[in-house]
T-cell receptor
């Protein structure tokens, strides 16, 4: 069993729809939870990170963490064709006093937003 | 402020040859990480280095792979006697002492 499970998609949505992405994990030692966006043939870029359970909002993006269920989500509101990319969840065991470094990634979900 | 620089972006090697991938971290970053991304898979941690030190190499294959981050110059990921299964995208990331990772654009290795 993988430590982090993520549906690879592809997930196709019309422009303006809400994109809902999620990951489940098995190791309760994970403390930091991140979402990265990766465009084709590019490196991942950090979208959002959260610590502990709860919600975090940044513009059109909302990240949720439910540590009791070992489940994290990312929602993208008012999706745009430019949001078409692969979205990777990632997790870290390390505390805030150290580099995030050794991340455990999900396989990534490919999202296609059609005009 | 330049980002994480990786080169070469694309590298083709025949089986048995050596591959060397280079990574220059962002200015002011002292921590370097290497990740490997196989087709249809997420990124897998390989190694974590600071200047002249390997901190964590738990994700590195036991044979043929090595990494260094010398006092001067870029970090190097070296793969000896490459095999077809080594074909992948290799990403370098850097970070300050605390906080997020910044990834480079990757080096794509193809082994013929």
């Amino acid at each position: 069993q993988k430590e982090v499970e993520q549906d690879p998609g592809p997930l196709s949505v019309p422009e303006g729809a809400i994109v809902s992405l999620n990951c489940t994990y098995s190791n309760s030692a994970f403390q930091y939870f991140m979402w990265y966006r990766q465009y084709s043939r590019k490196g991942p870029e950090l979208l959002m990170y959260t610590y502990s359970s709860g919600n975090k909002e940044d513009g059109r993006f909302t990240a949720q963490v439910d540590k009791s269920s070992k489940y994290i989500s990312l929602f993208i509101r008012d999706s745009q064709p430019s949001d078409s990319a692969t979205y990777l969840c990632a997790m870290s065991r390390l505390p805030a006093t150290d580099s995030w470094g050794k991340l455990q990634f999900g396989a990534g979900t490919q999202v296609v937003v059609t005009p | 402020n330049a980002g994480v620089m990786q080169n070469p972006r694309h590298l083709v090697r025949r089986r048995g040859q050596e591959a060397r991938l280079r990574c220059s971290p962002m200015k002011g970053h002292s921590h370097v990480y290497w990740y490997r991304q196989l087709p249809e898979e997420g990124l897998k941690f390989m190694v974590y280095l600071q200047k002249e030190n390997i901190i964590d190499e738990s994700g590195m294959p036991k044979e043929r792979f090595s990494a260094e981050f010398p006092k001067e110059g870029p970090s190097i990921l070296r793969i000896q006697q490459v095999v077809r299964g080594d074909s992948a995208a290799y990403f370098c990331a850097s970070s300050p002492p605390t906080g997020e990772l910044f990834f480079g654009e990757g080096s794509r290795l193809t082994v013929l």
